[in-house]
């Protein structure tokens, strides 16, 4: 019998519930994030106990950053190592390479490897950022575990806390070391030395080693101070409420600069790094990108940098310019130039600029301009060519 009109309608609705309903208990659907959005939300204080050994390992139900959710259960090796770790603190970054070495040196002698942020981004304030490009949110760490090629699950417990809290990490970084029962046989740190180069996991080494065999750590090698930056649990953000309120409340200044005095602010006779904007409130890429530099200011302004925002409206615009610079809370140093032929500012500044705006320049100690961006910047690729620049660095 041939199908009629109405049967071929429906065959493809039919294929497609037949090929919806069909797979395994592993589908993306089942078992992925791909929808994931984070919620960081401020939650009332938890009790916090730091395993001991001998514990059970607790279990948790997270997003990764490769849109997959992670059960414990999903490891299913002779040893289970879990590392409380994050983005923007200085001490994790400084161990991040020796644990993703550590990781390849043992993923395939029978030990899993996961990392769980256990931070609130909303209790992480931008003067906390000055040793990172990153914050602690999910789509930061999507960028961090790409750009360190990590080789192990990345997972998310920032919104709420619903897991950390019963493994008790004191900082980042805080490993936790499990035997095939899930039983804890080490808690503390990665090893003794933070500076790069100067340690080999020892620490960490010898726990997985003595589990891997079923042997008992030595008494006094089973728990390890875990040294690093404090966990930002959502219910202390205060402190960050109140430095953000702090900082709008800020002095918001506009100084006229004439030609002398600019070619004298390009060649930084000082000991910090100077980013220098060059806008106007005429200038449409130049307002929408500008909160950035706020947020850089804030960032790295405690360590050896400085923002400068040097404006190209005319000098009889000053009330304008003010009023936007409020509106953004730059409080930084303003300048507006006093000379309404814009062909002389451009012959100051030089560095082949065709007079277009925006552009920024990252300026050396003595003049040597590090960077030139005409146009707009990419937010994320300026913070980190600031925080890999040797007068500012990662690492403590």
Known sequence: MRPNTLQLCLLPLILVAL?????????????????????????????????KPGDAAPKFDLPGVDGKNYTLEDFNAEVLVINFTCNHCPTAQAYEDRFNDLVKNYREKGVDFVAISPNSPIAVLPEELGYSDLNDDFE????????????????YDGDEHLFSTHYGPT?????????????????????????PGTGRAEDLIYAIEQTLKGEPLAADRAITPAFGCSVKWAWKNEWT??????????????AMIDLPALEELLANDSDRLRLVNFWATW?????IEYPEFIQLQRMYGERDFEFVSVSLDSPDAEEKV?????????????YLVNNEDKYASIEVVGNDWDGSLPLTLLIEPGGKVHERIPGTINPLALRKTIVDHPMIGRYY
């Open 19 to 51: 090929f919806s309903c069909s797979g395994n208990g592993n589908s993306d659907a089942e078992h992925g994030s791909d929808s994931f959005t984070a919620n960081p939300i401020v939650v009332s204080e938890k009790p916090i106990a730091t395993l």
């Open 140 to 155: 930061s760490m999507i960028q961090r575990a790409k750009d360190k090629a990590y080789q192990y699950p990345y997972l």
């Open 171 to 195: 900082a980042t970084p805080h490993v936790f070391v499990f035997d095939k029962d899930r039983k804890l046989t080490y808690q503390g740190r990665i090893d003794a030395s933070e500076k």
């Open 241 to 254: 409420i109140k430095v953000n309120e702090d900082w709008k409340k800020k002095p918001v200044t506009l």
């Open 283 to 287: 200038c449409g890429p130049c307002i």
């Open 322 to 334: 003010l009023k936007f610079l409020k509106n953004k809370y730059s409080a930084t140093k303003n």
